[in-house]
């Protein structure tokens, strides 16, 4: 069993900074984060493969955010940059087994059997 948890969200300004950061027990191939805003779906919107691999971006954060990982730390870090208020949502980091390339943000979420809990993101 993988346990993901993760820490770092907050309030910030617009045009600020936060650094999300998932501890893992293990390193499963595919590793992204998702957020989500009350009334609408989950979205995925950066991962990362364990192997080798640029990391992979949805085209709203790409530019801002940079995920990436430490195995040593056993850690899935999320930096996000100038942040905007559409920003705003819980952020959960996932982890699925079913694809070992970089870009799995956009497979289906049923595929990710590893979630965390979530930790909020508030932009003003």
């Known amino acids: 069993h993988v346990q993901l948890v993760e820490s770092g969200g907050g309030s910030v300004q617009a045009g600020g900074s936060l650094r999300l950061s998932c501890v893992v027990s293990?390193?499963?191939?595919?590793m992204g984060w998702f957020r989500q805003t009350p009334g609408k779906e989950r979205e995925g919107i950066a991962s990362?493969?364990?192997?080798?691999?640029?990391?992979q971006y949805v085209d709203s954060v790409r530019g801002r955010f940079t995920i990436s990982r430490d195995k040593a730390q056993a850690t899935l870090t999320l930096q996000m940059n100038s942040l905007k208020p559409e920003d705003t949502a819980m952020y959960y980091c996932?982890?699925?087994?079913?694809?070992?390339?970089?870009?799995?943000?956009?497979?289906?979420?049923?595929?990710?059997?590893?979630w965390g809990q979530g930790t909020q993101v508030t932009v003003s």
């Open positions: 996932a982890a699925t087994r079913m694809y070992s390339g970089s870009k799995c943000y956009d497979k289906p979420q049923r595929d990710f059997a590893y």
């Open positions: 293990r390193f499963v191939n595919c």
């Open positions: 990362i493969s364990t192997y080798a691999g640029a990391a």
